[in-house]
Structures are given as structure tokens and as C-alpha cells.
């Protein structure tokens, strides 16, 4: 659940960087649950992306509308309606409609039922060879067989952005959700940042750091903030230290130095399934990369299952 304390958070991180959210959700349910209007929305897997409607530092915001599987839509809300009528017998299962796939939950099935519920989307995507099924925990969706995924639409918006190959932006991406792996390898192919997951559990991961639960991304997010406001943040101050819109600027004054708030990145070493750990807001694999006035690109949340939302920076 997305708290008032959290939300504020994510707007104080969307006001001094370029945020999005990229979701499995419907985009108007994201975008309804979240209520901020500086962040980019990027909803069913991506997509269904749309821009912020506060442009950052005071700058109008850009057009950035795209829906790649959009000519889906038809056959997509059709299977809805076959899906929602072949599982109304099957006690404790769900299916909802995320525009641009379905998700066919079965959480609250009894261990008797929940492989019929499966089955029944296996068949619906057997004849249907434009579409695929992926599993996520406790739930099946179906999607257009197209080649996008949280990975693609992160790329994507770094390029909307102009920040594709920019070596002086670092991309995170925080998530739980075995789909949010896509997005972990796009950013460990081209070098553009880092993945974040938020595990208690050992796992295979191409993430190059690891939290525990939300308590502790809202603590790196809350870093991440107070480094944001220094001097350092490129989006609001130019080389030499001065604003580039100073109404728009926060204050410097009574803050700690920048020695004292800056965040510390690591070069991980390459380790697949063994993500380092991210402690008061400071990361310690092996070697040391400070970005110095590098410009950080950070997301801002993923909903991943149905507990609700699960804090993601990308």
C-alpha cells in the first residue's frame, strides 16, 4: 500500500529527477493509485506509456505518449470476456483487465483449483499464436507477442528522455517481480545504471544491489533525496554550483555537505544471483564510482502483485 509518507517521498525524488513508474498494472489504475502528476506512467509491462503532466525544474512536459501494442487492444479485450466467463466457476480466482494484457490471478484458490485456472489460460493462448503467457506470484497474464517488456520501455524512455548513452546519467530500477529482471539486464547490457531488488529471500538476479522491503528503499530514496539537493544534482545546478532555475532550486542552506550526503555507487563485479547489499542509502561491492555532477535518471514505483505496489526507481 502506498502511504502518505511514502507518496511524499516519490514526489520530493520526482522533483529533482526525471521519475517514472513502469507497472504490470493498467496505466490508469497506476496513475489513479499513485496521484502525482511529475511522474511518467508506464503501464502494462510498458506498454502504455505516457509523460508527466509537470515537466521538471519548471519546464513544460513533452509528449511522450506511445503505445506499441496498441492494435492488440481488440483481441485483448475480447479474451478478457472469455477468460472472465470460462473462470466464474472456479472459486477465489480473479481476472483483471490491464488494457493492454490480462491477468488471471489465483492467490485465494484452494491447492485443488489453482492448475485450472492456469489451464484454462494455456488454452485460450494456444489458439490465439499472436499472444503469449507469462507467470508472475500467483497469477498468469496474457500478452501480445510483441517485443517489449519493462526492459524495452526503460530503454525507451531514456531515449524519450535524451538520455540514452549520457555519461553523466545513472539509471535505477528498484523491483520484486521476476518481470522486473528484463529491465536489471537492460541495464547491466549497456552500462547505463543499476537494478535494485527488493528481496528477503536468496535468488537468481541480474540486479547488481539488494534491499530488503519498502522501509528500506524509502531510506535509500530518502539518500537519494539528500543528495539530490546538493550542489552535485546536475538537473538543478550547472558545473559551476548555480541554479539553473532558482525558483525551482531547493534551498541549500543548513544542509550537510556535500562530502556528508552524497551517495556512494559501487562498481559491482560481475556476479550473477549474488546483488550486494544497499545500507543507509550507501552501496559497497568493490571499487567506487562517485558521480561527481552527474545527473541521476530515477523511476519512482512498480505494482507487481496483488498486495499492491512495490516501491521501484528506474
Known amino acids: 500500500v502506498l502511504d502518505r509518507q511514502m507518496r511524499e517521498v516519490v514526489r520530493r525524488v520526482a522533483a529533482l529527477f526525471p521519475t517514472a513508474i513502469i507497472s504490470g498494472r493498467g496505466r490508469d489504475k497506476v496513475e489513479a493509485f499513485v496521484q502525482l502528476k511529475e511522474l511518467c506512467y508506464a503501464g502494462s509491462h510498458g506498454m502504455d506509456i505516457a509523460g508527466p503532466q509537470i515537466g521538471l525544474n519548471g519546464a513544460v512536459a513533452a509528449d511522450m505518449a506511445f503505445q506499441p501494442a496498441a492494435h492488440f487492444k481488440p483481441l485483448i479485450d475480447r479474451v478478457y470476456t472469455e477468460l472472465r466467463t470460462r473462470l466464474a466457476g472456479i472459486p477465489g480466482s480473479t481476472v483483471e483487465h490491464n488494457n493492454f494484457c490480462v491477468s488471471a490471478h489465483y492467490r485465494n ?5 489453482w492448475h485450472e485456472v492456469v ?3 494455456e488454452e485460450i493462448v494456444a489458439v490465439n499464436p499472436e499472444l503469449l503467457m507469462t507467470r508472475g506470484r500467483k497469477v498468469v497474464e496474457i500478452r501480445p507477442k510483441v517485443a517489449w517488456h519493462k526492459g524495452t520501455a526503460l530503454d525507451h524512455l531514456l531515449g524519450v528522455l535524451g538520455l540514452r548513452g549520457a555519461a553523466d546519467v545513472v539509471a535505477l530500477y528498484i523491483g520484486d517481480d521476476h518481470t522486473d529482471e528484463d529491465a536489471f539486464k537492460v541495464l547491466n547490457d549497456t552500462k547505463q545504471g543499476f537494478g535494485v531488488l527488493v528481496s528477503t529471500k536468496i535468488r537468481d538476479t541480474a540486479a547488481a544491489y539488494t534491499v530488503r522491503d519498502p522501509s528500506e528503499v524509502q531510506a535509500f530514496l530518502q539518500a537519494l533525496i539528500a543528495w539530490g539537493e546538493t550542489e552535485h544534482n546536475g538537473w538543478l545546478f550547472n558545473s559551476a554550483g548555480q541554479a539553473i532555475n532558482p525558483h525551482a532550486a ?4 543548513g ?3 556535500p562530502q556528508q550526503s552524497s551517495l556512494h555507487w559501487s ?9 550486494q547489499p544497499l545500507t543507509n542509502g550507501h552501496a559497497h561491492p568493490a571499487g567506487r564510482v ?6 541521476a535518471a530515477t523511476g519512482a514505483w512498480h505494482a507487481t502483485s496483488g498486495r499492491g505496489v512495490a516501491p521501484v526507481v528506474c
Open 290 to 295: 562517485e558521480p561527481g555532477h552527474a545527473r
Open 255 to 257: 544542509t550537510s555537505s
Open 250 to 253: 531547493p534551498s541549500t542552506h
Open 267 to 275: 562498481q559491482p563485479q560481475p556476479h550473477w544471483g549474488r546483488p
Open 109 to 113: 484458490c484452494c491447492s485443488e483449483r
Open 119 to 121: 489451464a484454462v489460460v
